[in-house]
T-cell receptor
Framework: SQTIHQWPATLVQPVGSPLSLECTVE??????LYWYRQAAGRGLQLLFY??????ISSEVPQNLSASRPQDRQFILSSKKLLLSDSGFYLC????????????FGQGTRLTVV | AQSVSQHNHHVILSEAASLELGCNYS??????LFWYVQYPGQHLQLLLK??????LVKGIKGFEAEFIKSKFSFNLRKPSVQWSDTAEYFC???????????FGAGTTVTVRA
């Protein structure tokens, strides 16, 4: 069965520092991968999604970027964090043609101080 | 652009009352539709999904949802709620062949005993 690993679970970073959140998927190939940010009252905001290696679609202009260096690896990055980047970040896998729901990682609670 | 609207931000009701949460989306093509629930302190859990076929979908815990294509809606219902249904509910829409999976802002449901 498919599994999503997301780390770290919590992270406290100073303003202006870089960020790298990693997500890896097991049990499937060529997955569609997604990064979301969950904030109170705003639901899950889609940040980036990728349908293949090196293919990144950005939904929200911001201080963040994403990369997909391998089929089952999806990375969320920032060169310089802002206070407003604080939040709960979720990685997800979804295969729209397989009749299943999206599967989520455990999430990363990022606090920028 | 694809978007998902959940009409109610916060719903408060008593046990045994009926629940209906609205969800509308803006996308002209074929869609896959989902309702997720997030209990306090827990991760997202799938309630039900619609991919094709009968537009009335039965989910877990007595929930159901009806897809009305002409209204671009996928409303969630439960005839009689319990205190344990207190949670945040998210509607999600996948525009087929577009690969995006977008979530609504969520509705917080509080059930009073």
């Amino acid at each position: 069965s498919q599994t999503i690993h997301q780390w770290p679970a919590t992270l406290v970073q100073p303003v202006g520092s870089p960020l790298s959140l990693e997500c890896t998927v097991e049990g499937t190939s060529n997955p569609n991968l997604y990064w979301y940010r969950q904030a109170a009252g705003r639901g899950l905001q889609l940040l980036f999604y990728s349908v293949g290696i090196g293919q990144i679609s950005s939904e929200v202009p911001q201080n963040l970027s994403a990369s997909r260096p391998q089929d089952r690896q999806f990375i969320l990055s920032s060169k310089k964090l802002l206070l407003s980047d604080s939040g709960f970040y979720l990685c997800a896998w979804f295969a729209e043609d397989r009749g299943t729901e999206a599967f989520f990682g455990q999430g990363t609670r990022l606090t920028v101080v | 652009a694809q978007s998902v609207s959940q009409h109610n931000h916060h719903v408060i009701l008593s046990e045994a009352a009926s629940l209906e949460l609205g969800c509308n989306y803006s996308y002209g093509g074929t869609v896959n539709l989902f309702w997720y629930v997030q209990y306090p302190g827990q991760h997202l859990q799938l309630l039900l999904k619609y991919f094709s076929g009968d537009p009335l979908v039965k989910g877990i815990k007595g929930f159901e949802a009806e897809f009305i294509k002409s209204k671009f809606s996928f409303n969630l219902r439960k005839p009689s709620v319990q205190w344990s249904d207190t949670a945040e509910y998210f509607c999600a829409v996948n525009a087929r062949r577009d690969y995006k999976l977008s979530f609504g802002a969520g509705t917080t449901v509080t059930v009073r005993a």
